[in-house]
């Protein structure tokens, strides 16, 4: 075999290669719908930082890279449909610095993101671990609470059509476990539980 049709064939093998791995690839791009909570907000102006970093969020396998999972959109939709649950006012802010007149504000960002797919698993389910840590700052920006939360889903892919939607479903479901977090374990962490109490003693004071 000559030099040349060696070459060819290599070239013929690494284009089969490719194929086939863009084949198992999986993409998805995180999409659902999330009403808004029933639950009592507390009587606060609050603020919803929501960066560019946070909206546009995309997970992608560190290993193989056949996964890649966009799941900013979705986790933003969460938290902006969130806000009239957690607070009697809430205003979306771009950073930090655009604060004015609220009485605490929230800076999320992810801290990690993990999916099991069935192939890792030996189960017939789809899991997502998301953690977030959210910051919490009062009206003069000043720290009050650094909280981590974590949240999780899954799905049986035998009820669904491809990977991507049990994957999507599993990511939903993780985020509105998110949402179910927040709303209840927001007002009872120590650092908050402080603030409020301090809050409600000044606002109190003759």
């Known amino acids: 075999m000559t030099r040349q049709a060696v070459i060819k064939r290599l070239r ?8 086939l791995a863009a084949g198992c690839a999986t993409n998805v791009t995180v999409k659902g719908d999330f009403p808004p909570p029933l639950s009592r907000p507390l009587p606060l102006h609050g603020g919803l930082v929501l960066d560019d970093k946070f909206q546009s969020h995309v997970y992608q396998d560190e290993q193989n890279r056949k996964l890649t999972f966009a799941i900013g959109a979705a986790q933003t939709a969460m938290l902006r449909s969130l806000g009239g649950g957690l607070f009697t006012r809430t205003s979306e802010l771009g950073s930090l610095d655009k ?21 890792e698993t030996q189960l017939k389910v789809f899991e997502v671990w998301l953690k977030y840590n959210i910051a919490v700052y009062d009206g003069k920006g000043e720290p009050v609470a ?16 491809s990977d991507e939607e049990a994957l999507n479903q599993a ?4 985020l509105r476990d998110a949402g179910a977090r927040l709303l209840l374990e927001f007002p009872r962490v120590p650092e908050v539980q402080a603030w409020l109490q301090a809050s409600r003693t000044v606002g109190a004071a003759p």
């Not at 604060?99 to 999916?115: M, R, T």
């Not at 650094?146 to 059509?161: C, E, N, Q, V």
Request: glycine share 4%.
């Open 12 to 19: 013929t093998f690494a284009t089969l290669a490719l194929m």
């Open 99 to 119: 604060a004015s007149g609220q009485d605490l504000i929230l800076v999320p960002s992810v801290e990690e993101i993990q999916v099991a797919m069935p192939f």
């Open 146 to 161: 650094d909280w981590i939360m974590t949240a999780y889903g899954k799905t049986p892919s035998r009820f669904l059509s």
């Open 171 to 174: 990511a939903i479901v993780a």
